[in-house]
């Protein structure tokens, strides 16, 4: 069920081969992440008008309202559960 909606989406031809090989460095890597965020994220993109709480982003919106919120979940949740290839790096302009 799950391939059957990342399929729909092609989400690897954006995230890459394990979601974890974006096509451009500006786009977020997502295995092994929380899935919780994951899915706040995804559901974020859905919202419209509510800067508070939503996220603005023509690609991601459009795909996130492609589904509901039970399928973001699932995706999430399979996203979550794929070995992480993240890690912090530390921003200078932090220190
Ligand atoms: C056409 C390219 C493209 C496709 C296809 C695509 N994404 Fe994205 N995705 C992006 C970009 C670009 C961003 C960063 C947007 C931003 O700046 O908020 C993003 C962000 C995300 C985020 C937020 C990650 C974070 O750390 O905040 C999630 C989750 C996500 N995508 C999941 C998916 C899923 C699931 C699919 C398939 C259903 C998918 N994406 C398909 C380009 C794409």
């Given at each position: 069920m799950v391939t059957a909606l990342l399929n729909k989406a092609a989400c690897?031809?954006?995230?890459?081969a394990n979601f974890s090989k974006p096509i451009d460095p500006s786009y977020p890597k997502l295995s092994g992440q929380h899935a919780d965020y994951l899915f706040v994220a995804l559901k974020a993109y859905k919202?419209?008008?509510?800067?508070a709480v939503g996220r603005n982003n023509g690609v991601m919106g459009a795909i996130a309202k492609q589904f509901s919120n039970a399928e973001l979940k699932a995706l999430a949740n399979y996203m979550g559960s794929l070995d992480s290839e993240l890690s912090i790096k530390p921003e200078p302009r932090f220190r």
């Open positions: 690897a031809s954006c995230h890459g919202s419209e008008n509510n800067p």
